[in-house]
């Protein structure tokens, strides 16, 4: 074998061929054998061979890895853009340029896409961590939720649209418990509204559905699970039942108070010590709205109060039932309507004594009495008014009779000119009298015949009182006719004594001029006045007055005659004179 590297002496470098030559001439020296030599070539040149095989394989194995790592990288490069759902990215071109350049120009791509890989990976275990908060809440299982950590990220899937719908359960979440927050706080604040209009203890009530629902603990941290809802409307409604059973004892209880205190006549003063209880005697479930209205101790204050009060009222139904009873009767009176208050007062004693009788229906039934006694004095006002009327009207004639036979009326004494118009008055009244009689018949008949019962004025058929009347005053215009026919007469008798003897007698005693005998208010009979209990039996003693004065007249009917308009004769008297029976005084 021929050996052609020689050293180059410019290059003053050892190469292989000044190796072989130096060899050669070792073995020049050493005098080896040509197929030595060839031997010792050939080894030479396998060696070689070896060494490049080696280097060949090195390098294949180098081109490899880096075609692995060129594969991997785009594979890589692939997943993320599907993962993070790059659909704007543009893939390099595999074939532009060496591996290590393909390599390099892959590899910032790939550092900016695990980048946001991590950012995006972070963004979906913060939205998980509060998707899981919040379900954990609204199941009530948030210490649970605490314990299980941060949810595990789905690497296969980090898209913005994933991401998005992640941001959307998480917004329908938060929803969910703010509604269901608003619901808790709603029922938390009924609930102690409820508890302070019943004086109950808000703080015992609500931590027994839930700890967490304190006003110590922070809103965001309050129970909002379907459990604790659940626990806060059966509250809520517990509560409510409550006050309506509550309202309605009390408001009973109220109405209790108030009858008793109506039936005992209780002082006002008395009575507003309960103004917190019978001000809600007629309210409504919604309208009892201030707190402690409806708290037990002012439910068993009252009831304490309703059995004190009964017990009281035991002892004095007589004097409420005697109360009652002279109410009817001062009814009665004023209707002029006679009752026996006697006989009712011993009859409400029985019954009070034997036991027999509730006193509340007793009471009751006075009170019916005196609701029918009210109807009673209500229908007969009209015609008391005009039977007052008339009495007043009768007194002004009585006192007209008497200031007509007063001489003196005319003289200028102190008042009269009062009495002078007060007579005026009093004939204008006079002559309406007819009138109002006849009104008064009509209204009465008219009362009986709708009533079906007679009109009395104290004890007296009111139809015989106007009857009565009408009698006396006829007898009486029958009398003051028959008295100007006498007057006449003597006057005629005097003139022809006058013309006789020249003079006329001297006046004598006056005579009394008859009053028609009507009922005085205090049932006298006297000067025409009608009574407000009058008695059938004024015309009779009123007759036999006049016949007993006319028999005095007769003995004493030869003194001179008295003026005609002081003393009423009878008819007897009025013939006698015009018949001549009793003697005329004559000439001597």
């Known amino acids: 074998m021929a050996i052609t590297d020689v050293q180059n002496p410019l290059l003053g470098e050892t190469t292989c061929g000044s190796l072989l030559q130096q060899l050669q001439q070792i073995w020049d020296e050493v005098g080896e054998s040509d197929e030595e030599r060839d031997k010792m070539l050939l080894q030479l040149e396998q060696e070689c061979l070896d060494v490049y095989k080696r280097k060949v394989d090195q390098a294949a194995k180098s081109r490899a890895h880096l075609l ?58 913060d939205v998980q961590s509060q998707i899981q908060k919040l379900c954990g809440e609204i199941a009530g299982n948030l210490e649970l939720s605490e314990q299980e950590g941060t949810p595990a990220v789905d690497e296969n899937d980090l898209s913005l649209s994933k991401l998005d719908e992640y941001h959307s359960q998480h917004q329908e979440l938060q929803k969910e418990k703010s509604d269901r927050l608003h619901k808790v706080l709603d029922f938390v604040s009924t609930v102690h509204d409820l508890c302070a209009v019943l004086g109950m203890d808000f703080f015992g009530t609500i931590t027994e559905v839930h700890p967490s629902l ?28 409550d006050r309506q059973q509550r309202l309605q004892k009390l408001q009973e209880l109220a109405a209790q108070l108030s009858d008793l205190w109506n039936l005992m006549d209780t002082e006002m003063e008395e009575r507003s010590l309960f103004d917190h209880v019978t001000c809600n005697m007629s309210a409504t479930v919604d309208e009892v709205t201030v707190p402690g209205a409806l708290a037990m101790d002012l439910i ?47 009859r409400i004693m029985a019954l009070i004594d034997s036991g027999n009788v509730e006193p509340s229906e007793l009471l009751a039934d006075m009170d019916h009495q005196i609701l029918k006694a009210k109807e009673e004095a209500l229908s007969r006002k009209d015609i008391l008014d005009k039977v007052e009327k008339w009495m007043s009207t009768c007194e002004e004639e009585s006192w007209l009779d008497d200031y007509n036979r007063d001489e003196n009326r005319y003289n200028s004494s102190r008042g009269a000119h009062l009495n002078l118009k007060r007579a005026e008055k009093a004939r204008i009244l006079v002559n309406k009298i007819p009138a109002l009689v006849d009104t008064l018949v009509a209204k009465t008949r008219a009362w009986e015949e709708d009533r079906g019962s007679s009109f009395a004025y104290d004890g007296v058929p009111l139809l015989a009182m106007l009857d009565e009347y009408a009698m ?61 209990r009058l008695s059938l039996n004024t015309h009779q003693s009123s007759s036999n007055g006049v016949r007993s004065t006319t028999k005095e007249g007769k003995r004493d009917n030869n003194r001179p005659v008295a003026p005609l308009n002081y003393v009423a004769i009878t008819k007897e008297d009025a013939v006698s004179h015009a018949s001549g029976t009793d003697p005329i005084p004559s000439t001597p």
């Open 68 to 125: 692995q790592a060129l594969a991997d990288a785009n594979s890589e490069l692939s997943n993320l853009v599907l993962a993070l759902g790059e659909k704007t990215f543009v893939v390099p071109d595999k074939s532009a340029g060496t591996i290590k350049e393909q390599l390099a120009a892959i590899t910032p791509e790939l550092e900016q896409l695990w980048k946001k890989k991590e950012e995006r990976k972070k963004e979906f275990a």
């Open 214 to 241: 304190n006003d110590s603990i922070g809103v965001q941290s309050k129970s909002i699970s379907d459990e604790t809802l659940s626990k806060l409307a059966k509250t809520v409604l517990a509560l409510k039942e």
């Open 300 to 346: 068993e204050q009252a009831e304490v109060e309703v059995e004190r009060l009964d017990q009281l009222k035991s002892s004095r139904m007589k004097e409420i039932a005697f109360k009652k009873q002279a109410e009817l009767e001062d009814i009665y009176a004023r209707a002029h309507i006679e009752i026996d208050p006697e006989a009712a007062r011993e």
């Open 472 to 532: 006396l005053r006829h007898d009486r215009e029958e009398e003051k006719r028959k008295m100007r026919d006498q007057k006449k007469f003597h006057e005629q008798l005097n003139t022809e004594q006058e013309t006789l003897f020249g003079s006329r007698p001297s006046p004598g005693r006056p005579l009394g001029s008859k009053k028609v005998v009507g009922p005085r208010a205090n049932g006298g009979g006297s000067n025409g006045t009608p009574s407000r």
